[in-house]
């Protein structure tokens, strides 16, 4: 077989891939991008919102309309159910971006909602137009290797294409296997998430949910799920690392699914289920390893979804961006070794991603306690959110003997917020504010001292509850 | 509310075999039979298995060669163009 040469191939058309194929091409590099599916799109599985951080850095996002994504619904409010042990929907909340959000779109929604199949070809148009070369039913099994180093990929047929190589293949990345890079992931570096998608006809998502097009249902009995809604549909899902898991996935997601709360919706939506999906998705707290000679890893491939929330079409486009420039600049200086390569984590840590990195492992850790440990800590924090939320009103006493119960009621779960506070929070304050200012927030002696009342106030507060019997 | 998973997705036919199981690196641990959403593997009294029509049920998520600690499981995703394609995904 002969050997196609190119500047650039890139492995996998998701949003990095397509990103990586745009850039390159456009910066003058001959590049060529495979995709395993028929078309991209129809082999991926997300949420799927988009984050407005999107707007901001790409201006083709301004082009996305109806016409090519007719999926598109926008995440504009959320609701937060809060499920407790007793399979209940306890309380719920619904939310908005907040007053201080301060740029459009995100004043206007939290996640644009689309499906991938259509988002995927659209957001690839891009690279094809720039001059990339698309191969779809392409599958990419090997790398192609010279004197032990790798100069390019094999596909099924065994065509080799030789290029600086960017494994955009996601999750699963034979680029990452076959370059040494990653053999696996560890248990806690990726999560199984599994979604229903059903179908609902857009006016009563319209007439009943409005603008409340996210949901996140916290439970303690199953890892919190999402609930994103499209025009003419949603998804329910929800995922937690591999190392988790006592019994099937589905079982648990099949208890969000029978939640009498749930049944009702599905009965109002008159929601009829249309697709199931299961896929993995990196989550962890630092990429590492992210290049070697001749490679880059980016997206899923390269370990990139947010540490908290593991929203990781927005990191795919950046790192994408960012292999681009660094391949560009690896070509016109014809050095693509290891060393050489290193300027991709220089750029990345530059962006808005490297950025969420930074607090990585403490974000990853909040997120892990709280809506992944349902048994262990959503288990007492639903009923705590819940006792605040609906012990504002309540009829059942006079109101002073009220407040006096739910402030008991608080206390009594001091004991496990006050640990969750120190492991969790502080160190996550500490990363974002730094020590001298979280000394100045942390110190009581100083607190107390700018503000002695505080101390009173709470200790009234609480020792009047503590004399009052039921 | 009854959901077959399995009605609820659609293949390409024409995958060949992608999945296979080294049994001398299988430790019998279980973990794939837990974490297999389509209920693909199976244990006999002194093996665990694929099903063999797993094919036509196979979401391609690799999460049982993800789980698999002694890596007993070869996962390659079947050839291009065929296999499982998401409409709503
Ligand atoms: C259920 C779920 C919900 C999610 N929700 C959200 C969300 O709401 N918002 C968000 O931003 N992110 C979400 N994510 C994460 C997001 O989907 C990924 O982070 C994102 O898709 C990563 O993009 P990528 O381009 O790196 O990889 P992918 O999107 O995985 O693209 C990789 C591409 O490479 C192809 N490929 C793989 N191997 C080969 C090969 N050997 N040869 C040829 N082609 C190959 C694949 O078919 C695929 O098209 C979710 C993930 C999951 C699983
Ligand atoms: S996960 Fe691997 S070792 Fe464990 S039972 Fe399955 S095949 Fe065997
Ligand atoms: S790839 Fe996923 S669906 Fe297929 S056998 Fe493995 S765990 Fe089951």
């Not at chain 1, 194929?21 to 997300?46: Q, V």
């Not at chain 1, 159910?81 to 004043?107: G, H, L, Q």
């Not at chain 1, 988790?244 to 109002?268: A, G």
């Not at chain 1, 998705?281 to 992210?290: C, F, S, V």
């Amino acid at each position: 077989m002969s050997i196609h040469n190119y500047d650039v191939v890139i492995v996998g058309a998701g949003p990095g891939g397509s990103t990586a194929a745009k850039e390159a091409a456009e910066s003058g590099l001959k590049t060529i991008f495979f995709e395993r599916g028929r078309k991209p799109g129809e082999k991926n599985s997300s949420g799927s919102g988009l984050g407005p951080r999107m707007w901001l850095d790409f201006d083709i996002m301004k082009e996305l309309s109806p016409d090519v994504c007719p999926s598109m619904r926008a995440g504009t409010a959320a609701r937060h159910y809060f499920v407790d042990s007793n399979d209940e929907v306890a309380s719920y909340i619904m939310t908005r971006p907040t007053s201080s959000v301060n740029y459009e779109p995100a004043k206007s929604f939290i996640t644009m909602n689309i499906y991938r199949s259509e988002f995927d070809p659209w957001l690839a148009k891009f690279a094809t137009d720039a001059g990339a070369e698309l191969k779809t039913s392409t599958l990419i099994v090997g790398l192609l290797k010279e004197d032990g180093k790798v100069v390019g990929v094999i596909d099924e047929k065994g065509e080799k294409y030789r290029g600086i190589v960017i494994g955009a293949d996601g999750v699963i990345s034979t680029v990452a296997r076959e370059s040494g890079l990653r053999s696996k992931w560890a248990q806690k570096q990726v999560t199984i998430t599994i979604q229903y998608d059903f179908e609902v006809s857009p006016k009563k998502i319209d007439d009943i949910m409005g603008d409340e097009t996210l949901a996140v249902w916290w439970s303690a009995v199953f890892p919190a799920a999402y609930q994103v809604f499209f025009n003419d549909g949603f998804h329910i899902g929800f995922g937690n690392w591999m190392s988790w898991w006592d019994k099937n996935p589905l079982h648990y997601l099949n208890r969000c699914i029978k939640l009498k709360y749930f049944q009702r919706l599905v009965r109002i939506l008159d929601a009829k289920p249309r697709e199931f999906q299961s896929h993995l998705l990196p989550w962890q707290g630092e990429p590492y390893d992210t290049h070697t000679d001749n490679v880059m890893l980016i997206g899923d491939a390269g370990g990139f979804p947010c540490p908290l929330e593991a929203e990781g079409m927005y990191p795919a486009m950046i790192t994408g961006r960012a292999a681009a420039e660094v391949a560009a600049e690896a070509i016109s200086e014809g050095d693509t070794s290891i060393e050489f390569l290193s300027r991709y984590d220089t750029a990345w840590k530059k962006t808005s991603v490297g950025e969420d990195f930074e607090a990585g492992s403490e974000l990853y850790s909040i997120w892990k306690a709280l809506p992944f440990s349902p048994r262990e800590n959503m288990s007492w924090i639903v009923p705590l959110v819940s006792e605040v939320l609906g012990g504002i009103i309540d009829w059942s006493e006079p109101h002073p003997k009220r407040i006096r119960q739910v402030a008991r009621t608080i206390k009594g779960y001091l004991p496990k917020i006050i640990p969750m506070l120190m492991k969790e929070i502080l160190p996550l304050l500490t990363a974002s504010l730094g020590e001298e200012k979280m000394d100045l927030v942390t110190n009581p002696e100083k607190l107390l001292a700018a503000m002695p009342e505080v101390e009173l106030a709470l200790a009234q507060a609480f020792m009047s509850a503590d004399d009052e019997e039921e | 509310m009854d959901i077959r998973i399995n009605d609820l997705v659609k293949r390409i036919p024409g995958t060949g075999d992608f999945i296979s199981i080294d049994k001398e690196k299988c430790t019998m641990c279980e973990r794939c039979l837990i974490i297999c959403v389509a209920n693909l593997w199976k244990k006999k009294k002194d093996h665990v298995y694929i099903v063999d029509d797993y094919q036509s049920k196979c979401l391609e998520c690799a999460a049982c060669y993800q789980v698999c600690e002694p890596g007993a499981i070869d996962f390659q995703y079947p050839a291009g163009g065929t296999g499982v394609v998401f409409e709503k995904g």
